[in-house]
């Protein structure tokens, strides 16, 4: 039976630790802030993001890693015979599942990709559980199907305390930003399966 390893990307919310203990390989993210770019995890950190973030003049955008960058992830990691699970944030909100896709299709080894329908911490649900089943020696179908349950058994829900990222993204209007603000309505969103 292969080894299996777990890949995922940045927006995963793991700790040091967790990636450490559990030998998990994180693709970071590029994130570009009022033109200064970052690579997710090396050239800034989640707070550094928080207050750059506060403080930016325009909204963030991120960048999915390029194919090329993932194949080269999995040509390592799989050149010990060992076969990859990558699992990364749901397609509705990045492309990065896609250009994982594309890099298992060139990658030599074997490689699965999923869409965990989630980022953050939810996200980080299904890549401790593969972690923790590939070291027990567990099989692919098995990994596979238990994330599958994982994923039916979870929400995430996300409070926003501040409007002014949804104003500057387009997805808030000025106008109803301003409103919020002055009644103090916090918005509350929520992801499930996608």
């Not at 940045?10 to 030998?23: A, D, K």
């Not at 390029?66 to 194949?71: E, H, N």
């Not at 911490?121 to 599958?148: W, Y």
């Not at 409103?179 to 499930?192: C, E, G, M, P, T």
């Amino acid at each position: 039976m292969a080894n299996i390893k777990i890949v995922t990307d940045s927006s995963v919310q793991l700790t040091p630790e967790e990636i450490s203990q559990h030998n998990i390989t994180v693709v970071p993210l590029t994130i570009m802030i009022d033109n200064t770019v970052y690579i997710d995890g090396e050239t800034i950190t989640r707070d550094d993001f928080m207050d750059e973030m506060a403080a930016a003049q325009n909204l963030p955008k991120t960048s999915q890693p390029a194919v090329g960058t993932f194949a080269d992830v999995f040509d390592k990691l799989t050149a010990d015979g060992s076969e990859v699970l990558a699992i990364h944030m749901t397609e509705t909100i990045s492309g990065t599942v896609n250009s994982s896709r594309q890099a298992a299709q060139i990658a030599k080894g074997k490689v699965t990709v999923i869409d965990s329908q989630f980022t953050d911490r939810a996200m980080a649900f299904q890549v401790l559980v593969a972690a923790e089943m590939a070291e027990a020696g567990k099989d692919m179908k098995t990994i596979l199907d238990k994330l599958e349950q994982v994923r039916d058994n979870t929400t995430l829900v996300l409070g926003v305390t501040n409007l002014d990222n949804l104003v500057k993204g387009g997805r808030l209007s000025r106008v109803s930003g301003l409103i919020s603000s002055f009644l103090n309505i916090k918005v509350i969103l929520q992801l499930q399966n996608g």
